[in-house]
């Protein structure tokens, strides 16, 4: 297949490119910014430009199979909420995905796989106490986004996946993590690299189009 990943050097979309490049496929990572790791991996394409500008998106949706969407701001989250993001727009999970959607829909690309966040949309009143406190004091802006991103990834028409993870952590481990249409969790905690791996996996697999998957640590 190909694969375009729009987050592709963050932790989980990283993750996922590595998967699916263990995997065969080709995938394309699209950046903001000519990247410094394009040497050390030739397989991947790399495409420079920015999620903001529909233009770009759409060059870079054309040709593919599926499309990965790991967008998000990785700035400190009390930074943001106080003084507002230094280099990524608010907005960038809506905006950028629905510019993603858009050129999906004018291409002709059917697979779109979105990763958001678990306590989002269908797991909204799946959250703890002290969770649901930091999500409405700390990231109160960004999960409003997050929301916007969800309805827009529900009414594309496209064949979606919504990955909802739990807390993220850098561990090594990479198998593949407990998964739920239903909402459940094991460990509240998932690595970054499982993460992507099912990433990659929805992106081949037709079992979880049109479902929102919560993902979390295996017990």
């Not at 979309?13 to 699209?30: D, K, N, P, Y």
């Not at 990834?153 to 990479?174: F, K």
């Not at 094991?186 to 099912?198: A, D, I, P, T």
């Amino acid at each position: 297949m190909k694969v375009l990943i729009f987050g592709a050097t963050g932790g989980s979309g990283r993750a996922a490119m590595e998967h699916l490049l263990s995997q065969g496929h080709e995938v394309t990572a699209f950046t903001r910014a000519p990247n410094a790791d394009a040497a050390a991996t030739p397989r991947v394409r790399y495409v420079t430009g920015d999620v903001m500008n529909p233009s770009d998106v759409e060059l870079a949706v054309t040709g593919q199979d599926a499309v990965i969407v790991t967008l998000g701001i990785r700035e400190n989250p009390l930074r943001v909420r106080f003084f507002g993001p230094a280099r990524t727009p608010m907005d960038v999970r809506s905006a950028g995905t629905r510019h993603v959607i858009e050129a999906m829909q004018k291409q002709g690309v059917r697979k779109l796989v979105v990763q958001t966040s678990y306590g989002v949309g269908e797991t909204r009143d799946r959250l703890s106490f002290v969770d649901k406190l930091f999500f409405d004091l700390i990231l109160k802006p960004q999960i409003a986004d997050t929301e916007k991103q969800e309805t827009d990834v529900l009414g594309s028409g496209l064949d979606w996946v919504i990955v909802q993870p739990v807390h993220l952590t850098d561990a090594a481990d990479s198998d593949m993590p407990f998964v739920s249409t239903a909402g459940e969790t094991l460990k509240l905690k998932v690595s970054r690299n499982s993460v992507g791996r099912f990433l990659a996996h929805s992106a081949q697999t037709p079992d979880y189009v049109r479902k929102s998957v919560s993902v979390s640590g295996q017990a």
